[in-house]
């Protein structure tokens, strides 16, 4: 957490012809052995830009972080971040000033519209994530989202790390199970029967957004548009219903619909202050873990709606000037191995689901991802129902751009 | 060497400000490179006055960065007319000083726990008074949309520092005489201080007058906490802007940035015409004489609202203590249903690290500005050059400038400096913000030095080194530690400086709490505040304790 003075090492003169050479190869045709790697990465520094709007999620890099130095040692440096967004202007305020090397941003928790940016920009890095050891584990059949983010290829440009799935979090001692709105429509019915008691984060956070894309996809007369980019014509077609609800349904939001929560986690905080009694969150163990913390109570619980929610995969990327690639990918490679995808998915943890194919590991990797009998609120794989892909980023940046035109005063 | 302390002190001030004024304002107009920013137009401006909510946005600005002036000037003047009739308030002075120690972001924190509709004050009454179980809805308490919680927040701090100014002032102006005379044409003493000390005192704190106007109008951390959020102020705006997905969003960012700065002179060059026709009334109110009630009336309501607010300031503090140790905390519950210590424990060690390089850059960006400031004081003592009060304004400038309209480009001159995200980078930044308060700390102190006793050492053959090692320091310890304890807090308050020098690498509390202050654990916030806190307030506590321990054997300086 504190920063150590951290001269822009320059790069020995070997290492960057080295690294020219791998820069400028044809992509992945000359990887270099993972040993090299390895070797290189010993005494570095991972200055690793990441979110932090959740604690668990710190103190998970914060382990991370040491192990990596135990074990590789590499330093990770967690670079907290309000919205991914910052660490994209700061390599772009890099290439800016001509510092095409030695960058500050090392690594950066990524996906969707920011890795898009990113690759439009030329500001990755890659190929990479083929290469690395642990990929051999990940799962690119059942979980598509592992190589195409938010309908986008990743290419080997970004690192899968872990998956997150939209539930609904709610205190079963104050909502029966049977009263749960299972749908958008419904959910605009149980708001005007408890007015004030429902929130979204504000559309500017990936949540907040990711709730509306939700809503979408379900009043959509034809969600398969949604994984080409959106245009003028499928745009206004596809988000008339949405908008339809919104309006009916925003008067009836926490604090008359005028003010939204920062993000995702502050919304426990608003349920633990007793102001909203149903919140969405983007990881299933959500519940579980707040319960463990204290922040919620024992009765709280998470649901899918009928339809299924919407999912993806968090990634890792590298900027194309990084000042310390190698550790930066032996951090990536160790976030695949089982070990940590056990750890991540651990509700005591973080609960977040792996992105390997449990069926590639041996039977004692296996064991590690077995589910502790005692573990309460989190919801069996049946209860999570089925994971609909990400819209193009394209629609997402239309509908916060729409959103404020509309309601913005 | 001496004799350039004033130029390497404005210099390190106002190089950088001006190198970030040219980054921030070529930007605006279209330039930069490197996201094919070649040619200069007006595209960023029109991105700028087509963004949904931005006339909502500059009207908030102006509103609720007027309105906290007037009231923190009013509750200030209110404050120092009843210290002398009212002896409660004397003994407020101290409470001043824990408000004025903490950064603001600790106090916005603390406020908004206190007055949401879950918040403090809602439990103290319900449900017994109020029939609430749960937290009502549709209460508009903070983050309303007129802003006033804003107001309050940034009152909290700005009315301590406008009291802490004029008693200052004070000094300069024989108030006894005054007050003295004013009494004996039959006014009341508040009204006497009101009519015949504050025109006297006024000119001279002028200028902390608009670094509070400048301060109200451009704030970020309280923003982000207090201010409704749909749209927020511009100053928030323009710092989300710049930390963008999308790049192109950095013109109109930068425009909003110089649009902030065109605000905030706007606004300081309107109060200072509008000063013109209100002396004139005011002149002519006073000269009538009389009792005037209504003015008696509003100076005492200024004067209990002041009070209210200290008392507010106070309960926010506690809350952020109160809320680092909560376990289950549940409405309508006024204290936590269970008590948990573990959070200290288990964050405790990152927490404590982060503290210490909080408590590094402060310590250093306040020993550099001691460092500047006395060797240009001391340089002015010794006839080299004008005093420093005509220049004083270039001292104030950094005050005055909205912090949002120069640290971008502060950002890509140190990129191309090679020195973001350093130590020293943020030491620097964070010294154009400290040195002008440490500065005005020392300045008064330092020129009613006894001229006696350095005539004495003098004579006894000491030259003007000696002099100013054994005479001037040691006599001066006490002013200088409280300078110091001033410029230390001033550098734990900084959040958008750490923000855009330390390249989001350097994390202090305050850039940990205004990131988590919407977070998933108030108790987590909580204990950032509190240590937020701490740190300022050890450090005035050093500097009051330190002269009476260095000071042992010799009583009278060890006052």
């Known amino acids: 957490m504190t920063s150590r003075r951290s001269p822009i090492v320059r790069h020995a003169l070997g290492l960057a012809v080295a690294l020219a050479a791998l820069i400028g190869s044809p992509s992945g045709s000359q990887a270099r052995e993972w040993n090299e790697v390895l070797a290189e990465a010993r005494g570095q520094t991972v200055y690793f830009n990441a979110w932090a709007g959740d604690p668990q999620t710190n103190a998970f890099i914060a382990w991370v972080g040491e192990e990596a130095e135990e074990r590789f040692g590499v330093e990770v440096e967690h670079v907290k971040l309000t919205d991914t967004a910052e660490a994209v202007a700061r390599v772009l305020a890099e290439k800016s000033a001509g510092r095409d090397q030695g960058g500050s941003v090392d690594l950066v928790w990524i996906n969707g519209a920011n890795f898009l940016a990113m690759r439009q920009q030329d500001l990755l890095f890659g190929p990479f994530a083929q290469d690395l050891p642990n990929w051999r584990y990940v799962d690119t059949t059942n979980k598509p989202s592992n190589v195409i983010d938010f309908t986008v290829p990743t290419e080997g440009y970004e690192s899968p790390w872990h998956m997150a799935q939209i539930v609904y979090v709610y205190d079963s001692a104050r909502i029966a199970a049977y009263d749960l709105p299972r749908s958008m429509p419904a959910m605009l019915e149980w708001v005007k029967e408890n007015p004030g008691r429902l929130t979204h984060p504000t559309v500017r956070d990936f949540l907040g957004a990711t709730f509306l894309k939700q809503a979408l996809y379900e009043l959509a007369p034809d969600p398969a548009v949604l994984q080409e980019p959106a245009t003028d014509a499928t745009f206004a077609a596809t988000v008339e219903p949405l908008w339809a609800w919104y309006d009916a349904l925003r008067p009836h939001l926490w604090r008359g619909g005028r003010e939204f929560p920062a993000n995702g986690p502050a919304q426990r905080q608003l349920m633990s202050d007793g102001e909203i009694e149903l919140y969405a969150a983007f990881n299933p163990a959500e519940a579980a873990v707040a319960i463990r913390l204290g922040t919620l109570p024992r009765t709280a619980r998470v649901y899918v709606p009928d339809g299924g929610t919407i999912g993806n995969t968090s990634f890792v990327a590298i900027p194309y000037n990084a000042a310390h690639k190698e550790a930066a990918m032996v951090v990536a490679d160790f976030l695949l191995s089982p070990e940590v995808q056990a750890r991540a998915q651990d509700p005591e943890q973080l609960g977040n689901f792996t992105v390997l194919d449990l069926a590639k590991l041996d039977p004692a990797q296996q064991a590690l991802f077995e589910r502790p009998a005692d573990a309460v609120a989190v919801p069996t794989n049946q209860e999570m129902g089925s994971m609909l892909l990400e819209p193009h980023p394209s629609w997402m940046t239309r509908i916060v751009e729409a959103w404020e035109q509309r309601y913005l005063p | ?559």
């Open chain 2, 1 to 559: 060497m001496l004799r350039l302390a004033p130029a390497i002190t404005l210099s390190l001030l106002l190089i950088p400000l001006l190198a970030g004024l040219i980054g921030t304002i070529l930007p605006a107009f279209g330039y930069l490179e490197a996201i094919g920013g070649t040619a200069l137009g007006l595209d960023g401006w029109r991105v700028l006055f087509a963004a949904p909510g931005i006339e909502r946005a500059v009207w908030l600005t102006l509103a609720s960065g007027l309105l906290a002036t007037l009231l923190s000037l009013l509750l200030a003047a209110g404050f120092c007319a009843a210290m002398a009739e009212r002896p409660a308030f004397p003994r407020l002075r101290s409470a001043l000083a824990l408000l004025l120690a903490s950064p603001p972001s600790t106090m916005a924190l603390g406020f908004a726990f206190l007055v949401m509709p879950s918040g403090w004050l809602v439990r103290l009454v319900s449900p017994w008074l109020t029939g609430w179980d749960r937290p009502p809805v549709g209460l508009a308490t903070v983050q309303d949309p007129l802003g006033l919680s804003f107001v309050a927040g940034l009152l909290l701090k700005e009315v301590p520092y406008l009291v802490l100014m004029t008693m200052a002032a004070s000094a300069q102006v024989p108030v006894a005489r005054t007050m003295a005379a004013a009494c004996a044409l039959g006014q009341p003493p508040a009204l006497a201080w009101v009519k015949t000390v504050f025109p006297q005192i006024y000119p001279q704190i002028r200028l902390p007058v608009f670094a509070v106007m400048a301060f109200s109008l451009s704030a970020v951390d309280v923003a982000m906490i207090l201010a409704p959020g749909q749209p927020p102020p511009l100053a928030v705006i323009a710092t989300r802007w710049f930390a963008d997905a999308d790049l192109q969003r950095y013109f109109p960012a930068a425009a909003a940035a110089v649009l902030q700065l065109v605000i905030v002179l706007g606004a300081i060059l309107v109060w200072r015409l509008a000063e013109i026709p209100l002396g004139w009334l005011g002149r002519r109110w006073i000269e009538r004489g009389g009792t005037s009630p209504v003015a008696a009336f509003v100076v005492r309501r200024a004067a209990d609202l002041a009070a209210l607010l200290v008392g507010l300031g106070l309960l926010a503090l506690a809350a952020m203590g109160v809320w680092s140790i909560a376990g289950i905390w549940r409405f309508p519950d006024l204290l936590p249903a269970e008590w948990r210590f573990g959070l200290w424990l288990r964050e405790g060690g990152p927490v404590l690290a982060t503290a210490g390089t909080t408590a590094i850059i402060g310590i250093a960006s306040a020993a550099l500005a001691l460092v500047l400031a006395l060797a240009c004081l001391e340089n002015e003592a010794r006839g080299g050059g004008r005093p420093a009060t005509r220049s004083l304004w270039l001292l104030y400038l950094p005050l005055l400038v909205p912090q949002i309209g120069f640290l971008f480009g502060v950002q890509v001159a140190l990129i191309r400096l090679d020195l973001d995200g350093t130590l020293v980078a943020v030491v620097w930044v964070h010294a154009i913000f400290v040195v002008p308060y440490v500065f005005l700390s020392l300045a008064d102190p330092f020129r009613a030095l006894d001229r006696r006793q350095i005539a004495a050492a003098a004579a006894l053959g000491a030259g003007p080194c000696r002099i100013f090692l054994a005479v001037k320091l040691p006599i001066l310890l006490r002013p200088i530690l409280i300078a110091a304890a001033v410029g230390f807090a001033v550098s734990v308050g900084q959040y958008l400086p750490t923000l855009f020098a330390g390249a989001g690498r350097i994390v202090t509390l305050t850039t940990e709490a205004v990131t988590l202050a919407g977070g998933a654990d108030r108790r987590l916030v909580g204990m950032l505040a509190v240590l937020q806190a701490s740190l300022p307030l050890a450090g005035y506590g050093l500097a009051l304790a330190a002269p009476a321990l260095l000071y042992r054997n010799r009583r009278d300086l060890a006052r």
